[in-house]
């Protein structure tokens, strides 16, 4: 018996020493394959943990789309109005009918008749006519990105825009459709988002670099007309260079002269940092290695001092693209920006400046939530980029 519980023991002891080894095993080849993993790996590793900055990552990579293919997304023109539907409320979607038999996505017919106490124009669905919602359906013809003529669109009625239209997130005062303008207005919005915070960050990264490479009295200069720009308030500063763009200038001068207007007054964040970052690293072993070895000083900032800290330059990047777009909206929300007739998230904001449109219209201030998700989906993002950027932290 007691030979019998030895052997049992001696067998156990052999599938534990076993089982340890193969963990072990385990283990080490996790270990060994993120000591040979390159740094982009890391980051990329360290990046899908965080949740919410993989599907923030998923929102923005969406309104980035819908932004290059508006033309295609938007089932109508911006600037096309529909006479019977001023005002018009979101158009409800249905899947049941009357009588509770499911069907393909659809609308009733919309008949507008009016108050006569109030004179408001009112809605009511017809439900004895459905409309079936159709995808890749040909509507109205327009450029895309100005090259070619297509008439092709993402979903629509298939009946005469002066039969019935399909209005998502409602109509404005004239009678166009706000979904479709607010996928024209991502496009300007959100790329000079993406123009503007590339052009600071460039000019953050240069004068940055300057400053704190070379010192002295270059670096005196440049930090006293930083400290000269974070001074002035924002708003008065961004009425003063506002002011300085002619009203008669066509859109995509304004467009242009908006940009590089906030890229003035954006970059001396990044160009505190960078300076701060050369004044560490000059005088580290592999700048005088690089000096020795005959490296310029171009070469030795742009090959050698630069990518040691590339990825905090690719945070700072995405957690300041919000901030260019705010600050946009706000420009062309009070006037001060891009005007009618070009189209932007501001701009439409301005249609809900009087008590009438939130009295009556609400939806019109949905631009407001497409800036609001813009702006949390690029944080996140920023936060999940932040925390990549050191893949060895625990």
């Given at each position: 018996m007691a030979e019998l519980d030895n052997e049992k023991k001696a067998v156990a002891q052999a599938d534990a020493k076993e089982l340890?080894?193969?963990?072990?095993?385990?283990?080490?080849?996790?270990?060994?394959?993120?000591?040979v993993a390159s740094y982009s790996k890391l980051m990329w590793w360290r990046f899908r943990k965080h949740k919410m900055a993989m599907v923030s990552a998923v929102v923005v990579l969406l309104l980035y789309l819908v932004a290059v293919f508006c033309e295609f997304v938007a089932p109508y023109d911006p600037e096309q109005y529909f006479l019977k539907y001023k005002d018009a409320p979101p158009t409800k979607i249905h899947i049941f009918d009357a009588e509770g038999r499911i069907h393909m996505p659809f609308v009733h017919r919309i008949v507008r008749t009016r108050d006569e106490v109030t004179l408001r124009n009112l809605f009511n669905e017809d439900t004895t006519v459905r409309y079936p919602i159709t995808f890749f359906v040909r509507g109205t013809e327009y450029e895309m990105w100005g090259l070619f003529k297509m008439d092709l669109h993402l979903f629509?009625?298939?009946?005469?825009?002066?039969?019935?239209?399909?209005?998502?997130?409602g109509a404005d005062r004239l009678g166009r459709d706000l979904f479709s303008r607010m996928c024209y207005g991502a496009r300007i919005s959100l790329s000079i988002g993406l123009a503007g915070v590339l052009l600071s960050v460039t000019l953050g990264i240069v004068l940055g670099g300057i400053s704190g490479y070379y010192g002295g009295k270059i670096d005196i200069a440049i930090q006293r007309m930083i400290e000269f720009i974070r001074t002035v308030p924002n708003i008065p500063l961004w009425m003063a260079l506002s002011a300085a763009l002619p009203k008669d200038w066509p859109i995509i001068r304004i467009y242009f002269g908006i940009t590089i207007l906030l890229s003035l007054i954006s970059w001396t964040g990044m160009a505190r940092v960078v300076r701060g970052r050369f004044l560490a690293m000059r005088e580290e072993d592999f700048v005088l290695a690089a000096r020795l070895a005959g490296s310029n000083e171009m070469r030795i900032i742009l090959r050698h001092m630069l990518p040691s800290f590339l990825s905090h330059i690719i945070a700072s990047l995405t957690l300041s693209i919000p901030g260019m777009i705010l600050s946009e909206t706000g420009l062309s929300y009070l006037g001060l920006g891009l005007r009618a007739p070009a189209i932007s998230w501001g701009v439409l904001l301005r249609e809900a400046q009087n008590l009438r449109s939130l009295a009556l219209v609400p939806w019109v201030l949905l631009p407001a939530l497409a800036v609001i998700l813009t702006v949390m989906a690029f944080n996140f993002v920023g936060d999940g980029l932040r925390d990549a950027a050191d893949p060895y932290a625990r």
């Open positions: 340890a080894f193969e963990e072990e095993e385990i283990i080490s080849g996790e270990e060994e394959k993120i000591y629509g009625l298939p009946v005469p825009h002066e039969e019935q239209g399909i209005f998502v997130l």
